[in-house]
């Protein structure tokens, strides 16, 4: 079982698989034992409620759902850096979702 869970949302949940990818690699490379994975914005409560993730981050494009997301759940919820995103870079993804939840 993974030591951290990432949960990733966007619009559709598919522009965001890339990164997922991006990050699971970061993650093996660094030696850090994490589940990430991502979710359309019309299925995010279900996953939060099944998978019980240790954050979740929000695409650019959903920014929007920030202040509803932190309304209902008791973990970290953040944008990803809209520029980190559109590069589709892992690494600085994963650092700043490891930070948030104290692993960095």
Same mark, same amino acid.
């Given at each position: 079982? @993974? $030591?951290?869970? +990432? /949960? ?5 949940? /598919?522009?965001? *698989?890339?990164?997922? *990818?991006?990050?699971?690699? &970061? &993650? !093996?490379? %660094?030696?850090?034992?994490?589940? #990430?994975?991502?979710? &359309? @914005?019309?299925? @995010?409560?279900?996953?939060? $409620? *099944?998978? =019980?993730?240790?954050?979740? /981050?929000?695409?650019? =494009?959903?920014?929007? /759902?920030? *202040? =509803?997301?932190? $309304?209902?759940? !008791? #973990?970290? +919820?953040?944008? #990803?850096?809209? =520029? ?7 690494? !600085?993804?994963?650092? %700043? &979702?490891? !930070? $948030?939840?104290?692993?960095?």
């Amino acid at each position: 079982m @993974a $030591e951290k869970k +990432v /949960m990733l949302v966007c619009a559709a949940g /598919m522009s965001t *698989s890339l990164l997922v *990818s991006k990050m699971q690699k &970061a &993650a !093996k490379e %660094q030696g850090e034992d994490v589940d #990430i994975f991502a979710t &359309a @914005a019309s299925d @995010a409560d279900n996953k939060l $409620e *099944s998978e =019980q993730p240790d954050i979740l /981050m929000l695409g650019p =494009q959903v920014s929007y /759902m920030l *202040s =509803q997301f932190k $309304e209902k759940v !008791k #973990i970290p +919820v953040e944008v #990803i850096n809209m =520029q980190d995103y559109g590069l589709m870079n892992g690494e !600085k993804v994963l650092n %700043q &979702a490891l !930070k $948030e939840i104290g692993l960095r």
